[in-house]
């Protein structure tokens, strides 16, 4: 059974290592093409992206996933790679206005128009997304969910790719960078935020105390200390992005200080 698995687990990491470097390919190609067309897509945003797919594949394949898949301290940087890094750099190049910009402008309106439909509106609203994003870890983490996803390749594929839409749509509900299905307020979404980062480390120091079923006692309280400190420079670039735009959105523009002056 453990081979079965071992040789599940080498195919699915092929196909997904297709898949990111067909996506890697696929946004610098709409991006050259827009660029021809439009104004030039920034190049920064290129690197962006790259290093966004880089930060998935480090969970998929070489040696911190090799290290992930044999002890929990492991696993949890590839948590934090791939559910908070990963997913904030691939917001900040926006692949969405980038796929809009690229296709013909009727299949372009239907995207836009699945954008702003009830379900997606639904899904992407703050509250979903931190349900799906904070829930989610806690489902993995406090049941026997983690073991079991260690027994079949399938699960750990469905966990892992859980793991990073929930935090890419997390991150996409908190910060409008790229397009969104809707303009929530950012005291709203400042609450939002504020509870997931509580819940994020009320869930470390649950680890640290008590490792999840099958996790060594020192490995849950290192992967603890991981998870909880960890995340804190991905969580503060989030934070200064929300309050610069808050401060843009909210200060007084030029003209109007130079009419009251």
Not at 16 to 32: D, R
Not at 178 to 198: K, Q, W
């Amino acid at each position: 059974m453990e081979h079965s698995m071992q040789q599940g687990m080498a195919g699915l990491e092929a196909v997904v290592i297709v898949a990111l470097f067909l996506a890697f390919l696929l946004y610098l190609l709409a991006a050259a093409l827009t660029s021809l067309n439009l104004r030039p897509w920034p190049l920064y945003r290129c690197f962006l992206w790259g290093f966004g797919i880089f930060s998935i594949a480090l969970v998929i394949t070489g040696p911190i996933a090799e290290f992930a898949k044999g002890n929990f301290v492991g696993h949890m940087w590839t948590h934090l790679l791939l559910g908070m890094l990963a997913p904030l750099l691939l917001v900040l190049a926006m692949p969405m206005k980038l796929l809009l910009r690229s296709l013909p402008v009727p299949l372009a309106r239907k995207v836009s128009w699945l954008l702003k439909s009830k379900p997606f509106q639904m899904l992407s609203n703050p509250i979903t997304a931190l349900i799906l994003n904070i829930g989610g870890l806690y489902v993995l983490y406090l049941t026997s969910l983690f073991e079991w996803m260690h027994q079949s390749s399938i699960v750990y594929l469905i966990v892992h790719l859980h793991i990073f839409l929930a935090g890419y749509l997390f991150t996409a509900s908190i910060i409008y960078i790229d397009i969104t299905a809707h303009r929530l307020s950012f005291l709203f979404r400042s609450i939002i935020l504020i509870v997931s980062l509580a819940a994020h480390k009320i869930l470390a120091k649950s680890i640290y105390a008590d490792p999840p079923a099958g996790v060594p006692g020192d490995q849950g309280e290192a992967g603890g200390q991981v998870m909880y400190y960890g995340g804190d420079f991905v969580e503060l670039v989030l934070i200064i992005i929300l309050c610069y735009q808050w401060y843009k959105a909210t200060a007084p523009r030029k003209s109007e200080t130079m009419e009251e002056g």
